[in-house]
């Protein structure tokens, strides 16, 4: 019953009530689901069979389809029109990418930042190592701090 491709309705959850496809079989009671997020809100995730619905509407998509493919068999098979959910714009799913990629850019950028800072702090150790073998330590010596005269309080 639950085979890759079954759309069903999540009952359990913060996305309960909304629909979703089985993408793939995971174990025996988990399977991982796809809204796809742009049309029904529901992100790519695994879950228990246990809080889904299974409806008698079934897609024609591969294993671990992607959300792409997923969206063009909803077109194909007409999903929009018989689970009544809205239809995509070709604007919103242009922003949905361009967002997409500005992620993925985003996220290789601060990759590259973490590489390049060990390089960074290793120079700096084995600098401040040269410093510490050429340069002896110098004493601090403290201050010493002028006695005064202890003031007494009168009694009145």
């Known amino acids: 019953m639950f085979d890759v491709g079954r759309i069903c ?10 629909h979703c496809v089985i993408v793939k079989k995971l174990e025996e009671n ?6 796809p997020k742009i049309v029904t809100k529901v992100r790519r995730r695994r879950c228990n069979i246990d809080h889904l619905e299974p409806l008698q509407i079934k897609i024609n998509i591969k294993e671990n389809a992607s959300d792409e493919e ?14 009544g959910i809205e239809r995509i714009s070709p604007e919103k799913l242009k922003l949905a990418e361009e ?9 290789l950028k601060k990759e590259q930042v973490k590489v390049e800072k060990p390089k960074e702090k290793k120079k700096l150790e084995s600098e401040s190592k040269k410093e510490r073998v050429e340069k002896p330590k110098e004493v601090k ?3 010493k701090k002028p006695k005064t005269a202890k003031k007494t309080k009168s009694k009145k």
């Open 9 to 18: 309705i999540k009952i359990a959850g913060r996305e309960a009530g909304k």
């Open 30 to 35: 988990f399977v991982l689901v796809t809204g």
């Open 70 to 83: 997923v969206l063009k068999a909803y077109e194909k098979e007409n999903i929009f029109e018989k689970i």
């Open 141 to 143: 010596k403290k201050a």
């Open 99 to 107: 967002k997409k990629k500005q992620k993925e850019s985003e996220r």
